[in-house]
Each structure stands twice: as C-alpha cells, then as structure tokens.
C-alpha cells in the first residue's frame, strides 16, 4: 500500500521569503501523480500543482514550485515571495495511475500547517 | 458554474444519533469520493461513487457507514448510531471521471461533533 510522508506538523515563514515543505511517498508503482493541495480556514481543499511520475521537468504555477526526486520519493514544495494569503494547511497527495476502475483516491499525508508572518 | 456544495456546514449531534451527510457535485461530474478529516490528521478515504454504483467501499470504517447516490448527483453519506470517535470533518470531492487524470474538486465539508 502507498504512504505519504509530511514531516514538518508546522512552519513558519516571513512575508516575502521562501519556504520548503517537504513530503515523501512510498509505492512499488511506477506511474502515479503527486498533489499539493492547501486548506485555509474555510477547509475547502485547493490544488496547488500536480506532478505526474513519468514527467522529469519539475512543476511550477506562479509562485509554487516543486522539486520531485523520483528515485528518492520525494516531493516538496517550495513557496517564493511568500504572502499572508499563503498561511494554510498543506497536504501532499498521491494518486495511482493505474485506472484500475475502482481504486482512483487520493492519499494524503498528515499535512503542514503554515504560518506567515508580517 | 457552482462548485461542491455540502451540507450542514456544522452537525452536532448525541451519540448513539443517526445523522445524514449531503454532498452536491458539480454539474456533470461523474465521479464522486467521500473523505474524512480527523483532527491533526490527514484525509482518509472513505468510500467513491462512479455514477450511482460504489465500486470502492474500502475505507468505510465500520458497518454503521453507509452512502448512497441517486441520479448520478447528490450523495448522501448515512452514519447510524454514532459515536465520539466519528467526530470529524467530512469531505466530498467530485471529477469528470474516476481516471487518474481527472482533478477531484473538494466542497468545504462538514464538521461532526458527537457528545
């Protein structure tokens, strides 16, 4: 069975800097998707950026970038110019890609809690 | 267009209730999950919806959870006799397919609270 690893509970950043969530995986899969997804206060799940497995060039959106070492199953996300917005729980998730018609969920870690400060 | 709604927002409710969880996908939306938030912890797979049929009931916890989806759109997530260890966030997600390429839209949830 695939795990998700987050390993910082909280972080803390300055507003403008960058930070680094990390999170790693285990699976004996070879093509899957790996998810950051961010859940303010409202609790409404929100997908950061996606990475699928087979792709070697790391993801960007914006200001979100990850860095995806497949041989080391890891997958953090990095936060530049840091805004009060960003203060949330962040989730990394992973998803098999085998469409196995029953099995399509996603796996979540435990998340990180980010906080921004002015 | 809407997004995934659900409702309550917030339940309380005593133990040993029965309560009813509703989940609104969006439009179109084929797929449907359920998920459960416990405090500090991560999300937890529940139980998904292909259409009205539920291929997946892996990860409802106990027989005391139930769900159903009618006409392939609102889903309603049953939790009979409850106790204090359900007390959770409950998530609904919803996608154009089960494929694995398909992004899951989540709805704000449901708090749980059992006294």
């Known amino acids: 069975a695939q795990t998700v690893t987050q390993s910082q509970p909280e972080m803390s950043v300055q507003e403008a800097e960058t930070v680094t969530l990390s999170c790693t995986y285990d699976t004996s899969e070879s093509d899957y998707y790996l998810f950051w997804y961010k859940q303010p206060p409202s609790r409404q799940m929100i997908l950061v950026i996606r990475q699928e497995a087979y792709k070697q060039q790391n993801a960007t959106e914006n200001r979100f970038s990850v860095n995806f070492q497949k041989a080391a199953k890891s997958f953090s996300l990095k936060i530049s110019d840091s805004q009060l917005g960003d203060a949330a729980m962040y989730f990394c998730a992973y998803r098999s890609q085998l469409d196995r018609g029953s099995q399509g969920n996603l796996i979540f870690g435990k998340g990180t809690k980010l906080s921004v400060k002015p | 267009g809407a997004g995934v709604s659900q409702s309550p927002s917030n339940k309380v409710t005593e133990k040993g209730k029965d309560v009813e969880l509703r989940c609104d996908p969006i439009s179109g939306h084929t797929a449907l999950y359920w998920y459960r938030q416990s405090l500090g912890q991560g999300l937890e797979f529940l139980i998904y919806f292909q259409g009205n049929s539920a291929p997946d009931k892996s990860g409802l916890p106990s027989d005391r959870f139930s769900a159903e989806r009618t006409g392939g759109s609102v889903s309603t997530l049953t939790i009979q006799r409850t106790q204090q260890e359900d007390s959770a966030v409950y998530l609904c997600?919803?996608?154009?397919?089960?494929?694995?390429?398909?992004?899951?839209?989540f709805g704000p949830g449901t708090r749980l609270t059992v006294t």
């Open positions: 997600a919803s996608s154009l397919s089960s494929s694995p390429g398909y992004e899951q839209y």
